[in-house]
């Protein structure tokens, strides 16, 4: 396979891969060769990692067009880290950065430790993301807050860590799960309802439905204001 498979996006380390049928897929540049899960592609020397964006909210928004502001060095904390697929992803993209990956659930903790062991700017935390003063001590100051968190008071959790974490013109990527919020509602008013909340802190960029890879979910882009 030749490197010119390989198309570039706006982020470090990630590509969209063109198979030999045609068919695209998003694809990261592997941190740590040889020691991922998931499907791999190896194009010269260099190992790839196919990013599904059926099972990842942030690839989802990457392939409908959203430009996500993320830097080689970039400062990153991810909330509601889950097991670490997606958090391996952003691990490649911030090659040169740190990401404080937080993590409620002792269970999907122990799947986040094994993600993290090989990746030395990958750093695992079990905490809850409502309470950010719990891991303080454990945290700089970040470039870039991304939440994915099945909570009712979504954007009170991304207030209360931006206030604490944020850089002032940092930016978050708000994952809106509304039917954790009111099952009730429709997502498009519960979405309208979280966005509001927003407002007074952030200036908001974009918002993005991620449909058809995800029911219900909607990505907010903001920036802190300065």
């Known amino acids: 396979m030749e490197e010119n ?7 470090n380390n990630v590509f969209t891969y063109v198979a030999p049928d045609g068919s695209k897929r998003l694809v990261t540049k592997a941190l740590v060769p040889g020691r991922q899960g998931g499907k791999t592609i190896k194009i010269g020397s260099n190992e790839y990692r196919i990013w599904d964006p059926y099972h990842s ?7 409908k067009g959203a430009s996500i502001p993320l830097k080689k060095d970039s400062s990153v904390l991810y909330l509601g880290a889950a097991n670490g697929t997606t958090v391996s992803h952003v691990s490649d993209i911030v090659s040169d950065g740190l990401v404080f990956a937080v993590e409620f659930s002792p269970r999907a903790m122990k799947d ?4 993290s062991t090989p990746r030395m700017n990958l750093i695992p935390i079990l905490a809850d993301a409502r309470d950010p003063g719990s891991y303080t001590n454990m945290v ?30 940092g930016y978050l990527v708000l994952i809106i799960k509304s039917r954790s919020i009111d099952s009730a509602k429709n997502a498009g008013e519960v979405s309208c309802n979280e966005v509001g909340k927003l ?11 991620l449909e058809p890879f995800h029911s219900d979910h909607a990505a907010v882009i903001a920036q802190k204001r300065t």
């Open 5 to 11: 498979e390989l198309i570039k996006t706006g982020l």
């Open 57 to 63: 909210k942030l690839a989802a928004l990457l392939i």
């Open 112 to 115: 986040l430790i094994r993600t």
């Open 140 to 169: 700089t100051e970040v470039d870039f807050i991304y939440q994915d968190v099945a909570q009712r008071e979504q954007a009170e959790i991304a207030i209360r860590n931006t206030e604490v974490f944020l850089k002032k013109g």
């Open 199 to 209: 407002r007074e802190l952030f200036k908001l960029d974009e918002i993005i439905d």
